[in-house]
């Protein structure tokens, strides 16, 4: 009988739920084996806070968004730190692992997730780290799960801005604001998905002359009055930039921040696909 633990960990993301269940069909199929999921992450290992799951627990969430195990944010850098609960972390999550009398444990997380992982690797636990994060930032890797779903979402979610400012036929700057606060990849990808005139992403320093009012006057004398300044919150103020654009153009402009919506929903086809891969392969 082989145990394998299974917890989700840090910001929920589309895909979640297809990794989860390609974990388990995967491990059923090959094994004879035991999924216990771990409740909220780490504060689960912590606190030994788990249920012993069945086949069917993992049945018709491919499709669901979030994640069935519940999540929660143990920043890495308190790991170490004993709290005024008196509570050795790190000693606790290694009871909890032999208490479970695991063989290994799956963690799904982005980069302080797996931090937290390697640590407990470094501890002698048996580890396998899967990669998710809308921001697609995660080292090591080309695409997470999460970040296609939540790139569609963003570039649905221009357009319907898009139609509303083309009403107005004195013309109409929206700035959207997604998340990325170290990492341009949603706001360039979903910004190019749209058509977005401007595209502002933290690794890049822009100049408001050249990248925001010349693109807009050029893109004006194209003979079009609606424009899409797709921005990472990494960027900064995004109503201060409203305010400079209105300023600087005498164009109307209006500031929209996306906020979790990038984060719900189904996951899409892409996203499906890549988080069962992952899910078979660990």
């Not at 999550?93 to 009398?101: A, E, G, I, P, V």
């Not at 695991?102 to 780290?129: F, P, R, W, Y």
């Not at 164009?251 to 069962?276: F, I, K, N, W, Y």
């Amino acid at each position: 009988m082989i145990r394998i633990g299974m917890l989700t960990s840090g910001g929920d993301c589309p895909g979640l739920n297809a990794a989860i269940r390609g974990v388990a069909r995967a491990a059923y199929e090959m094994f004879d084996a035991e999924i216990i999921g771990i409740h909220d992450g780490y504060r689960g290992l912590i606190e030994g806070d788990y249920q012993e799951m069945k086949r069917s627990d993992f049945s018709g969430i491919l499709t669901l968004g979030g994640t069935i195990l519940g999540t929660a944010r143990t920043p890495f850098r308190d790991m170490r730190k004993i709290g005024e609960d008196k509570v050795d972390k790190v000693a606790a999550m290694k009871k909890t692992y032999k208490d479970l009398k695991l063989d290994c444990l799956v963690i799904l997380g982005g980069n302080g997730t797996h931090k937290t992982a390697n640590l407990l690797s470094q501890e002698g636990l048996n580890v396998i780290g899967l990669p998710k994060t809308i921001d697609n930032d995660l080292y090591g890797t080309d695409h997470c799960p999460g970040f296609a779903s939540a790139a569609k979402y963003i570039a649905t979610s221009c357009m319907e801005v898009k139609h509303d400012a083309c009403c107005y036929d004195t013309g109409m700057v929206t700035i959207i604001e997604v998340m990325g606060r170290h990492a341009g990849w949603l706001a360039l990808s979903a910004g190019i998905a749209a058509g977005a005139t401007s595209i502002l992403v933290p690794e890049i320093p822009y100049d408001f002359q050249r990248d925001i009012v010349d693109r807009m006057k050029y893109t004006s004398s194209l003979g079009k009055h609606h424009f899409i300044v797709m921005v990472a919150e990494g960027i900064g103020d995004v109503d201060q930039l409203a305010r400079d654009i209105e300023s600087a153009t005498g164009v109307e402009t209006r500031a929209t921040v996306l906020g979790h919506v990038q984060r719900g929903g189904s996951p899409s086809m892409a996203d499906r696909m890549l988080a069962a891969q992952f899910g078979n392969k660990a």
